[in-house]
């Protein structure tokens, strides 16, 4: 993860099958990475990665 203008940019993210019964939900994060272009605030403790349309693709949580 690194930034460029203050926008995360993921590059050469890596993936196990070691302990995935099924790897749909990580094939779909990962899916999903690919398309983040930006973020936006989204209440307390949260933020939403968008697309290029400002469409949330993920959000994260912070972890209580």
Do not use: W
């Not at 994060?29 to 690919?34: P, Q």
């Not at 272009?37 to 968008?50: F, I, P």
């Amino acid at each position: 993860l690194s930034l460029h203008d203050a926008l995360p940019i993921f590059s050469q993210v890596g993936a196990t099958m070691m302990l995935c019964h099924d790897m749909t939900t990580e094939q779909s994060v990962l899916d999903a990475l690919g398309h983040v272009k930006g973020y936006k605030a989204a209440g307390e403790g949260r933020v939403d990665l968008t697309d290029n349309s400002g469409k949330t693709v993920l959000s994260l949580q912070k972890a209580k």
